[in-house]
């Protein structure tokens, strides 16, 4: 029997969660661990793509319910069978816990959940009574959750049942040492070249919590605008969001970087980047304008990777990070604008996290 399986795809496509998972698996492997795990079809990695603990996760994309349920029914059989040759289903969702329940129920498995948002009580108004309870049933019952920050804990905590055990907060952050970082695009490179300083700012997707944009697209653009007026270095934004699936949202972000007359200053980095560890490391200053936030991934690795970072306060930041007061615009720029004469510091990686999370897989294994 094998130790355990991280029951979410790992990158791409890229994300917080799924680079976070890749790593944890890869961490928890050189630490002497039988670790398996799932990819999707956009996975070119012949190591995992080969190898006996990985298995495909298969998505339908028909339009037909019925095709779709039985896409689904045939999905959670396969992965049921996987799932078998582990002791512990480490979940890193929050959908379909009827099936983690039943894992957990009828196949004895032991389970770690780990809530990676501080959204959950906005998904547990959305989700429907059925994943309600067995939310509720998971939280009463001998299942270990976790969360990535204090603010996640606390939302999981007003959640209308109690939760049995205590719940630890481990961020979801495991360092990527390379020995050689992976030179960037030389498109990217000519543009860091051209400018004097640089602004980094990172977006997965359009996402809303309860309507409200969650990675602040408007605010940094208006940020860049300001600080282009308030300084005189030539100053460059690279502005990342990997999900090029919203063609609408693109558009109207560029249509207002036009208005605000800065549209072909940006560096518009469209799309998934494998190797953007190397882009932290040119940058200057990395910015997170969120309006809500779980632990950021990117926000951790820039630190580890000597750039000073400027954050929002709807959460707990991790130790040097320079916060802003949230909806602000004036106390964003004078944070930035100061970030920018404090420097890059030296690289160091931070593996105190990772041992926490690795001392709870061996806790549950010893169990």
């Not at 190898?51 to 059989?77: A, G, P, W």
């Not at 204090?150 to 049995?164: G, H, K, N, S, Y």
């Not at 693109?250 to 980047?273: C, E, P, S, T």
């Not at 916060?323 to 690289?347: C, P, T």
Request: aromatic share 12%; charged share 25%; with cysteine.
């Amino acid at each position: 029997m094998r130790d355990i399986i991280e029951y979410c795809p790992v990158a791409p496509p890229y994300g917080g969660v799924t680079v976070y998972v890749r790593r944890l698996g890869e961490a928890l492997l050189r630490d002497g661990f039988t670790v398996g795990g799932y990819y999707t079809d956009e996975c070119t990695d012949s190591k995992i793509i080969c190898s006996d603990d990985y298995y495909l996760f298969e998505t339908s994309s028909s339009d037909s319910k019925v095709v779709r349920m039985f896409s689904q029914i045939k999905r959670m059989i396969d992965h049921a069978r996987h799932i078998s040759k582990y002791r512990v289903v480490h979940y890193h969702g929050l959908e379909n816990l009827k099936f983690i329940w039943w894992l957990h129920r009828y196949m004895g498995k032991k389970v770690v959940i780990t809530v990676h948002s501080a959204m959950i009580e906005s998904f547990y108004r959305r989700t429907d009574s059925l994943n309600k309870h067995y939310m509720k049933l998971l939280a009463e019952g001998d299942v270990r959750w976790i969360a990535v920050s204090t603010q996640a804990r606390e939302c999981m905590q007003r959640l209308p049942f109690t939760f049995r055990h205590e719940i630890p907060v481990i961020p979801a952050y495991i360092p990527n040492e390379v020995p050689e970082f992976i030179p960037l695009n030389q498109d990217m490179t000519n543009y860091i070249n051209r400018h004097d300083k640089l602004l980094s700012f990172y977006a997965r997707s359009f996402m809303t919590n309860d309507g409200v944009d969650v990675y602040g697209f408007e605010t940094i653009l208006r940020l860049y605008k300001e600080i282009l007026n308030r300084r005189q270095e030539r100053i460059g934004l690279v502005f990342c969001l990997s999900d090029t699936s919203d063609v609408s949202g693109i558009a109207n972000l560029h249509m207002i970087a036009r208005d605000f007359g800065i549209d072909d200053k940006i560096y518009w980095q469209i799309g998934a980047i494998d190797n953007i560890s190397s882009l932290w490391i040119k940058t200057d200053v990395y910015i997170r304008p969120t309006s809500t936030d779980g632990d950021s991934v990117a926000v951790r690795e820039v630190l580890d990777l000597g750039a000073p970072v400027v954050a929002s306060d709807v959460c707990p930041r991790p130790e040097g990070v320079i916060q802003y007061r949230h909806g602000n615009l004036e106390s964003l720029v004078n944070a930035v604008d100061k970030a920018l004469d404090y420097g890059r510091k030296e690289i160091c990686y931070n593996y105190r996290i990772y041992n926490m999370m690795k001392e709870v897989v061996q806790a549950v294994l010893e169990k």
